[in-house]
């Protein structure tokens, strides 16, 4: 179950008092100001909080709200780890914001120092232990995911056991139509995948559950733990960020965890 809470969405899940997490929206709360290259049209691809330097909008605007969210959390600006993602399996341990590090996931047993991970379709993995000392951002698109990118970021955890992970927006399956290549590249890892692929009408392609793909590769690391995982990024257009709705130019929102 997920909950939206001052137009941003926050996770229902038994994480400790000390842990805050957070993903953002389109539209931000009413006490935060979001700017964009076409704030004024509605409904436009930018509109009205993109977080992403990587997609054509104005550099001083993405900063704009980049600041805002900073002020949102109390947390410096420099304390947010953005993250240059590649759909690559390089997870780093988070550090100041300068500069971005090319990876696809960070984590840290640091207070008042933000994982980041950004995305628009690929999902949002948010991670953190039970005692809340030790949090994980992972960004898991296909690619990602058949690189075992989850594997290797529950590893990175000290007891398996002890993890507990939420499923954050992301494609659902019956939007996310794929080919022979993504069938078999999670064939290959675990016939259990197959699951998560149902036929599609067009030859030799499947409509795949992305978000069960990462369930799958949770449990078979020792995750006992599994929320979220019920939103749709291509249908909820009020919210969400979609570059398979919106093409190239698709703003991106910003999953967050961080120890308080």
């Known amino acids: 179950m997920i909950q939206a809470k001052a137009g941003w969405v926050t996770?229902?899940?038994?994480?400790?008092?000390?842990?805050?997490?957070?993903?953002?929206?389109?539209?931000?709360?009413?006490s935060v100001m979001g700017e964009s290259k076409h704030k004024l049209i509605h409904h436009s691809t930018y509109d009205s909080f993109n977080l992403a330097t990587h997609v054509?909008?104005?550099?001083?605007k993405i900063q704009q709200n980049r600041q805002s969210l900073s002020s949102y959390l109390g947390i410096p600006s420099d304390r947010l780890c953005w993250l240059e993602?590649?759909?690559?399996?390089?997870?780093?341990?988070?550090?100041?914001?300068?500069?971005?590090?090319?990876?696809?996931?960070?984590?840290?047993?640091?207070?008042?120092?933000?994982?980041?991970?950004?995305?628009?379709?690929?999902?949002?993995?948010?991670?953190?232990?039970?005692?809340?000392?030790?949090v994980s951002a992972i960004h898991a698109g296909w690619?990602?995911?058949a690189s075992g990118i989850l594997t290797k970021a529950i590893q990175r955890f000290s007891e398996a056991e002890e993890v507990i992970a939420w499923l954050g927006p992301a494609i659902s399956q019956k939007h996310f139509e794929v080919g022979r290549d993504v069938y078999?590249?999670?064939?290959?890892?675990?016939?259990?995948?197959?699951?998560?692929?149902i036929p599609a009408k067009?030859?030799?392609?499947?409509?795949?559950?992305?978000?069960?793909?990462?369930?799958?590769?949770?449990q078979a690391a020792g995750?006992?733990?599994?929320?979220?995982?019920?939103?749709?990024?291509?249908?909820?257009?009020?919210?969400?960020?979609?570059?398979?709705r919106d093409g190239a130019q698709s703003g991106r929102m910003a999953s967050i965890i961080v120890i308080k």
């Open 143 to 145: 690619r990602g995911l």
């Open 223 to 244: 995750v006992v733990g599994i929320y979220g995982g019920d939103l749709c990024t291509v249908e909820d257009t009020e919210r969400f960020y979609s570059y398979r």
């Open 56 to 60: 054509d909008d104005q550099f001083p």
């Open 202 to 218: 067009g030859k030799e392609k499947w409509m795949a559950d992305i978000y069960q793909l990462a369930r799958l590769q949770l």
């Open 11 to 30: 996770p229902i899940w038994p994480a400790p008092s000390n842990i805050q997490a957070i993903v953002t929206s389109r539209q931000p709360p009413l």
């Open 184 to 197: 078999q590249a999670f064939m290959k890892i675990d016939t259990d995948s197959k699951s998560a692929f």
């Open 85 to 134: 993602q590649v759909h690559g399996q390089n997870i780093i341990t988070a550090k100041n914001n300068t500069p971005p590090f090319q990876a696809d996931g960070c984590d840290t047993e640091e207070k008042d120092l933000a994982c980041v991970v950004m995305t628009a379709d690929c999902l949002p993995v948010l991670l953190c232990n039970k005692s809340g000392t030790r």
